[in-house]
Structures are given as structure tokens and as C-alpha cells.
Nanobody
Framework: QVQLVESGGGLVQPGGSLRLSCATS????????IGWFRQAPGKEREVVSC????????YYENSVKGRFTISRDKSKNTVYLQMNSLKPDDTAVYYC?????????????????????WGQGTEVTVSS
């Protein structure tokens, strides 16, 4: 059974940091890209970052470049999103998702429609 479980969200002051975790089970990270998405109140879900199945390609949405870092630990079947220099605009529910077939091993897709299994989300609030 495919499962993705996010954790690590919370309340943080502007300029602070959080590390989100996406614990996966039921599949191997070697064969699926993983994306991090966020959805703020009243807004559509948007891609934040993704990492390809090969691990060799990563993508960052422009507003998070230089502040967020995606990584994975295959031994723990976990994908991380390190978020630094957080801003109030980063406030949202953050989701991780698994790429749906056909899998592009060398590049991760940036479209929400390219992901087929989702976690339940973890809430991030950036506020003073």
C-alpha cells in the first residue's frame, strides 16, 4: 500500500526555519519522483519543489529558490524539504506526492497533475 506521511510543520517566526519530512512506504524512491506542494487559504495548490526518481534533478519554484532545499534519504524512504528564511507568504498546508506513471527517471515533473498519490499535509504558519 502506497503511503506518504508529512510531518514537521508548525508555527515559526519570519526568518526562521523548518524541516518537513515525507515518510514514504509501499514503493521505492529509486523509481518515483517526489514533489512538495503547498496550498494557501483561497489559493490553488502549487508546486514548491521536486526531486526526480534518479535523484539527479531537482526543481524549485522561483519564490523559494535559495531558501528551500529538497533532499532524500533512501535508507529511510524519506524526502525532506528544508525551509530557511521563511516568510509570511510561505504560510500554507504543505503536501508531498508521488509521481504517477509514466515515470521520467531523469527529471521531475512540475505539474500537479503528474502526481497521483498524496499525503495528508502538514501546516506551516509563518507569523510573528
Amino acid at each position: 500500500q502506497v503511503q506518504l506521511v508529512e510531518s514537521g510543520g508548525g508555527l515559526v517566526q519570519p526568518g526562521g526555519s523548518l524541516r518537513l519530512s515525507c515518510a514514504t512506504s509501499g514503493f521505492t524512491l529509486d523509481y518515483y519522483g517526489i514533489g512538495w506542494f503547498r496550498q494557501a487559504p483561497g489559493k490553488e495548490r502549487e508546486v514548491v519543489s521536486c526531486i526526480s526518481a534518479s535523484g539527479g534533478h531537482t526543481y524549485y519554484e522561483n519564490s523559494v529558490k535559495g531558501r528551500f532545499t529538497i533532499s532524500r534519504d533512501k535508507s529511510k524512504n524519506t524526502v525532506y524539504l528544508q525551509m530557511n528564511s521563511l516568510k509570511p507568504d510561505d504560510t500554507a498546508v504543505y503536501y508531498c506526492a508521488r509521481e504517477r506513471p509514466p515515470i521520467q527517471l531523469g527529471i521531475c515533473p512540475q505539474s500537479t497533475n503528474a502526481y497521483g498519490s498524496w499525503g495528508q499535509g502538514t501546516e506551516v504558519t509563518v507569523s510573528s
